[in-house]
């Protein structure tokens, strides 16, 4: 089962130990009404892992992602096991406006977050 989500802005930063990928449906007003943030963290005691976090609902680890797949605006992530969180999907697809912000934001950050999960596709 997938999970299917749209938005109108991707953002990408790095923090610390953490980079990241912003995905965010806003209102006519700039307000977020809907958000989904990927994650991957690098730290001293443990091994990289990546989260997902929706709506200020987080999960991940170390082996979530077992593939990422871009290929043009559409990015669709395939989950090792079904996540419970999500009311068991075991895909979720990403669609964003079709900008060059969002799309420098993509170039930019896809390969740091997902680094040899991410196959196939373009950018």
Known sequence: MADSREY??????????TTMLFFAKTTDEGDIS???LL???????????????INEQQ?????LIREA????????????????????????VLTWADTTENLESIEAGAFRV????????NA
């Open 8 to 17: 109108d802005t991707v953002a990408f930063d790095v923090r610390d130990n």
């Open 34 to 36: 809907d958000y989904l």
């Open 39 to 53: 994650m991957r963290t690098i730290d001293e005691d443990f091994d990289e892992s990546i989260y997902i976090e």
């Open 59 to 63: 999960f991940g680890g170390h082996n």
């Open 69 to 92: 797949a871009l290929n043009g605006n559409v990015l669709t992530l395939r989950l090792h096991e079904p996540a419970k969180e999500l009311d068991d999907v075991s895909d979720i």
């Open 114 to 121: 997902f680094g040899d999960t991410l196959v196939g596709g």
